[in-house]
């Protein structure tokens, strides 16, 4: 069942759980994650950012929407950090239900200015919007944008930004960062500050860069009131890491050999996102 961000968030918001969205970055990972979702009857946001786009191509996406159109769960396909209203435009025309908008390294009222046009146009068609606010910081290599220092969300401009911006999901900066920590840096979530932003903000809230934050955080922030947690950088680890263990043996030539070992130890940490964002089973909240 393919619907969009501003209708699978709606539940999530209402009874206090979250949607993981998965950024998948290949076919083997698309599956995995919609088979664990299928199976434990989980609502899915299946994440795609532009440099994943380009990766898999435009064709892979009609085969992704093919299934997500087919599966019984609640799903919806979202752009990640889009940063042109013409990559907006591409995904709409592939087929995405949804898109993020990313002006959070723009002057305010360019952010704004910027939101409203994709807004327009999407709303016009049926697609949601989500945009940021404040900056997500960047704690290793990886392809997704963020600023070396946090700016943090302030909430009476998050008020002032979701209706100015006209978007349906509001990404808050409260002190993550994308990619996986190194070690010697620890991050610590504002929880205060998103609470503060939770009181006064109506539409859902979206955290990023959720990959290796203390599970009892993550638990707290939906609790207080987020409703979507971007997953990247725990699955491809996952994924990954096993991959490297596999092909240590350089006789496997076959594909699926290779893969489906890695898609199990990826889907093991999969399914317990789904139990961390107490999305287990709340595909029924939808019927
Ligand atoms: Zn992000």
Same mark, same amino acid.
């Given at each position: 069942?393919?619907?969009?961000?501003k209708?699978?968030?709606?539940? $999530?918001?209402?009874? #206090?759980?979250? &949607?993981?969205?998965?950024?998948?970055?290949?076919? $083997?990972?698309? #599956?995995?994650?919609?088979? &664990?979702?299928?199976?434990? /009857?989980?609502?899915?946001?299946?994440?795609?950012?532009?440099?994943?786009?380009?990766?898999?191509?435009?064709?892979? &996406?009609?085969?992704?929407? =093919?299934?997500?159109?087919?599966?019984?769960?609640?799903?919806?396909?979202?752009?990640?950090? #889009?940063?042109?209203?013409?990559?907006?435009?591409? $995904?709409?025309?592939?087929?995405?239900?949804?898109?993020?908008?990313?002006?959070?390294?723009?002057?305010?009222?360019?952010?704004?200015?910027?939101?409203?046009?994709?807004?327009?146009?999407?709303?016009?068609? #049926?697609?949601s919007v =989500? @945009? =940021?606010?404040?900056?997500?910081?960047?704690?290793?290599?990886?392809?997704?944008? @963020? %600023?070396?220092?946090? &700016?943090?969300?302030?909430?009476?401009?998050?008020? $002032?930004?979701?209706?100015?911006?006209?978007i349906d999901a509001?990404?808050? %900066?409260?002190?993550?960062?994308?990619?996986?920590?190194?070690? !010697?840096?620890?991050?610590?979530?504002?929880?205060?500050?998103?609470?503060?932003? %939770?009181?006064?903000?109506?539409?859902?809230?979206?955290?990023? @860069?959720?990959? /290796?934050?203390? !599970? /009892?955080?993550?638990?707290?922030?939906?609790?207080?009131?987020?409703?979507?947690?971007?997953?990247?950088? !725990?699955?491809?680890?996952?994924?990954?890491?096993?991959?490297?263990?596999?092909?240590?043996?350089?006789?496997?030539? =076959?594909?699926?050999?290779?893969?489906?070992?890695?898609?199990?130890?990826?889907?093991?940490?999969?399914?317990?996102?789904?139990?961390?964002?107490?999305?287990? @089973?709340?595909? !029924?909240?939808?019927?």
């Open positions: 069942m393919l619907i969009s961000l209708e699978i968030l709606a539940p $999530a918001q209402k009874y #206090g759980f979250a &949607v993981p969205a998965f950024n998948i970055a290949n076919f $083997a990972m698309f #599956g995995g994650v919609i088979s &664990v979702c299928e199976r434990t /009857n989980s609502p899915v946001i299946i994440e795609i950012h532009p440099n994943e786009l380009n990766h898999i191509g435009p064709y892979m &996406v009609k085969g992704i929407l =093919e299934q997500l159109v087919r599966s019984p769960i609640p799903a919806c396909l979202h752009l990640d950090h #889009g940063s042109t209203f013409d990559q907006v435009m591409l $995904a709409i025309r592939l087929g995405f239900t949804s898109v993020m908008i990313d002006g959070s390294l723009l002057p305010y009222w360019q952010n704004v200015e910027l939101c409203t046009k994709v807004a327009q146009a999407a709303h016009a068609v #049926g697609i =989500e @945009g =940021e606010l404040g900056t997500i910081g960047i704690a290793a290599a990886c392809d997704e944008p @963020g %600023a070396n220092e946090i &700016v943090y969300t302030s909430p009476q401009e998050a008020v $002032a930004f979701v209706k100015d911006a006209g509001l990404a808050v %900066a409260i002190g993550t960062s994308h990619g996986l920590y190194p070690k !010697d840096k620890k991050p610590k979530l504002r929880l205060d500050l998103l609470r503060e932003i %939770a009181e006064v903000v109506d539409i859902p809230l979206v955290l990023h @860069g959720g990959s /290796n934050n203390p !599970d /009892n955080e993550i638990r707290a922030a939906v609790k207080i009131g987020i409703s979507k947690v971007n997953i990247a950088s !725990d699955i491809k680890q996952a994924y990954y890491q096993q991959m490297r263990v596999v092909l240590k043996d350089d006789k496997i030539l =076959e594909p699926k050999k290779i893969q489906m070992p890695c898609i199990e130890t990826m889907c093991r940490v999969v399914e317990s996102k789904l139990r961390l964002l107490g999305t287990l @089973g709340k595909a !029924d909240y939808y019927r």
